[in-house]
């Protein structure tokens, strides 16, 4: 089985910045997608930024320019770098692996337990 851990959330200032890591732990031999949604209160759970297992990333129009994702595939990490935070950043962020194998075992949609975020105005 393959666990995601999240760190680096916490509290910070609109305008500050703040990097979220993931590390991938498990006998993991292969992972293909990884990347961060966010979810607010009351709201859906949105894609942030995403890395495929190809390396083509992707970011949802509202982070553009502001998040960068950047992924170890031999770490089985995924990091994700967010500058210039706004208010409506605030979320519970959750790590995302879209396929894995570990030992004999495959599996789809792996989650993190989430990691609060808040941008103070």
């Not at 703040?18 to 949604?37: N, Q």
């Not at 966010?38 to 949105?46: L, S, V």
């Not at 297992?53 to 994702?69: E, L, Q, S, W």
Request: glycine letters at 14%; hydrophobic letters at 35%; charged letters at 15%.
């Amino acid at each position: 089985q393959v666990q995601l851990v999240e760190s680096g959330g916490g509290v910070v200032q609109a305008g500050g910045s703040l990097r979220l890591s993931c590390v991938a732990s498990g006998s993991i031999y292969s992972i293909s997608g990884m990347g961060w949604y966010r979810q607010a209160p009351g709201m859906q759970r949105e894609m942030v930024a995403f890395v495929t297992g190809r390396g083509v990333t992707n970011y949802a129009d509202a982070v553009k320019g502001r998040f960068a994702i950047s992924r170890d595939k031999g770490k089985n990490t995924v990091d994700l770098q967010m500058n210039s935070l706004k208010p409506e950043d605030t979320s519970v962020y959750f790590c995302y692996v879209d396929h894995w194998c570990a030992g004999s075992v495959c599996g789809n949609d792996k989650w993190g337990q989430g990691i609060q975020v808040t941008v103070s105005s």
